[in-house]
């Protein structure tokens, strides 16, 4: 299965209202802790595992994710590790894999795109490479059957999303808010957001950016998303709690309730 | 739509990697440059402030025993004198006007020296804007003179504590500013670099560097200079120095970077000159210091102007294509540079152009007429320059 059509079945069949998408830093605390969050997002019923890799300059993180990413990249946090986990995690469930573009040039397109084909990766989300930037990434992921996931904004002008609802394979990622990722108190732009991407799209819409209680899922949900991603809180309860993955599983059961 | 653009590319280089947030704004911020750029009404009020303001157009000085030591002729271009100290009031002044015509009235900026942030909070006190400027908590440290000039002209000075604290986290951090506040805020980047229409809309507002040296120099000497040189960080003077001169064949272009504590002790700010593959930082393709993972290097350099892992897309583009060379100068080479350009002219320079003058006095070379962009003065280096002296 193409991991198009395994992140298809992920929304198609995630048997809830919205499919659940926890984010997971690549390497932080360290690798093996990682790993372990992982597979607690898994127990705790992610559909779904956005997968990030750590970079020194995140221009759309806010400063929770972006001291993870400092702190993996601190304790040694690489591509190639991160996509160790990727390798393992796919066996249960689909990942997306998230980094940013100089990632991606670093290793050469073409070798990047089949590195992590090779490692089971669905999907690939690069918050920093609009459409105009995209083709060759997005060709590469075609021709090796991995998902390339545009990013819309609440900014976006219609021409815009226009194109980016028809470039979206797996799923559409919608930004609920123009800002960088963090948690936030305000669900009542969700529904306005969704409405005005859902017509130029025949991909499933996912929301993230903000969300950070079960409550506001549920909102996300509600107001009509299909898929919910969770962040920065998630991310915020790895740096904070004794036991990361207990902790972190417990919260994504918590968000997997929410969105029965 | 109109015909028109500015260039999204220089060769390969450039391009707008941001988030989909920014896309929108970086639109509307090329259509209005080129509506403003092309308005008579503009152009006027621009050249108004510029000329009454902030003091264009700069001297061009025949620096008489500087040339006794080089043995040859350099005339320094004296964007020292321009009001705050440094080029970087062109930049700032133009953009600022062209925020309020987008009809935004908040403005954010990135400080490495504190030369920008300054310039920047010194428009928005003249257009009655808002003024956010993001510094690096080690740039805060060493340029306390220019903190406290943001302060007092009613600027809101945000200490960046992520990295090495200085000119690329301030960068990140004004972007991820523009990002969350792009509706009513304009951000004023300080150099040549950034995403497209950066690079272009900065090079616009100081080629006025490069045409009037241009014409200065012909009524003086009668001929063009056989060499252009100016220090690079983002390399905005340099940029505004080159562009007259790039359609002058004879002409050698030359950008200085900051070799820090050597080339070989890979801590420097010269990624144009250390060469290696390019890579994307701050929305750009561009020449990079970066690791084999793609992880952006922390620069160094004595100099904060300097001290930029990146470089702007388009002198990328003139280094492939041939058209300029980039050199870099050491932090003890700059500072033996500082001291003498103080005591030879009474000028002192800032520890930026300080690299340029050390490479036009003391690397040999056949040109007999040397032109350097003394980008801007040195009074906010001084304490700094004395520690590192050894004479505080």
Known sequence: MSGIDRIGAAFTGCGRRAALMPYLMGGFPDLPTSLAIANGYADGGADLIELGVPFSDPLADGPVIQAAGTAALAAGATLDGVLEIATELSERLPVVLMCYSNAILARGTEQFVADIAAAGVSGLIVPDLPLEEAPTTAENCAAAGVAFVPLAAPTSTDERLTAIGAAAHGFLYTVAVAGTTGERGDESAYADVIARVRPHTSAPVALGFGISTPEQASAAADAGADGVIIGSRLVREAAEQDDPATACRTLVEQFAEALR | MSDV???????????????????????????????????????????????????????????????????????LKREDLLHTGAHKINNALGQALLAVRMGKRRIIAETGAGQ??????????????????YMGAEDIRRQAPNVQRMGLLGATVVPVEAGARTLKEAVSEAIRDWVSNVADSHYIIGSAVGPA??????????????DEARAQILEREGRLPQRVIACVGGGSNAIGAFTAFVADESVELIGVEAAGEGLASGRHGAPLTAGGRPGVLHGSLSALLQDDEGQIAEAHSVSAGLDYPGSGPEHAWLRDSGRATYVAVTDEDALAAFER?????GIIPALEPAHALHFALNVPSDSELDLICLSGRGDKDLAEVLALLGRS
Do not use: K, N
Request: hydrophobic share 45%; charged share 20%.
């Open chain 2, 197 to 210: 229409p950066y690079p272009a809309i900065v090079r616009d507002l100081q080629r006025c560097i490069g």
């Open chain 2, 5 to 75: 653009s500015l260039e999204h590319r220089f060769g390969p280089y450039g391009g707008q990697y941001v988030p989909e947030t920014l896309m929108p704004a970086l639109a509307e911020l090329e259509a209005a440059w080129i509506s403003a750029r092309a308005d008579d009404e503009f152009q006027a009020e621009l050249g108004r402030l510029l000329r009454d303001y902030a003091g264009r157009p700069t001297p061009l000085y025949l620096a008489e025993r500087l040339s006794a030591v080089a043995g040859r002729t350099i005339y």
């Open chain 2, 116 to 133: 920008h942030g300054v310039a920047s909070a010194t428009a928005c006190a003249l257009l009655d804007l808002e003024c956010v400027v």
């Open chain 2, 341 to 345: 350009t103080a005591q030879l002219e």
